[in-house]
């Protein structure tokens, strides 16, 4: 299990329904948001910007419908940067296949799961909402070497897309 220095990096760690979640910012825009274990210890937002994040994600778990209006920053190749932005107009309540935005991107599916998995904004780009075809799929690139995979099942559940 990981230890409390890895979590050092983070400016706030928040509690959620469904993890704790590390936040970086630089200045007026999130950088990124990391699923932690349960025991990342927590570390509340001390910066307009990070407690204003932490209300959004409260706004979203209390209505899986709430849009977020967070300033943000994804860095990443141009690759990356159009699935991020495919994923970010998936609806809640709905899914899109690997294959559906590799075929939109002129891409493969296995370069998508690799955006997906490297997304730096989880929930905000809600890469949870891409599915492979024949089931669920990945999460989060298990960082920490930790199963993400129940996340994405709670957050779907969440929005109404899995019972």
């Known amino acids: 299990m ?16 469904v993890s704790r979640l590390g936040l970086l910012a ?15 210890p ?17 706004a979203y778990f209390g209505d899986a419908g709430f849009r977020f209006s967070l300033p943000y920053r994804l860095v990443g190749t141009e690759h990356q940067r159009r699935v991020w932005q495919a994923i970010a107009a998936i609806p809640a309540g709905q899914v899109l296949r690997y294959g559906d935005i590799s075929a939109a ?28 075809a024949a089931g669920l799929g990945g999460f989060n690139a298990s960082r920490l070497g930790i ?8 957050l779907l559940q969440h929005e109404g897309w899995l019972g």
């Open 2 to 17: 990981p230890n409390a220095i890895e979590y050092t990096g983070y400016q706030a760690v928040i509690a959620t329904p």
């Open 26 to 40: 630089d200045g007026d825009v999130l950088l990124r948001l990391d699923f932690l274990p349960d025991e990342a």
């Open 42 to 58: 927590l570390h509340p937002p001390a910066t307009s910007l990070l407690q204003e994040t932490e209300r959004q994600l409260a």
């Open 105 to 132: 991107l002129g891409s493969s599916a296995r370069a998508v799961g690799g955006a997906c998995g490297d997304n730096p904004l989880p929930i905000v780009v809600p890469c949870h909402r891409v599915v492979a």
């Open 147 to 154: 199963d993400w995979l129940p996340i994405k099942r709670r």
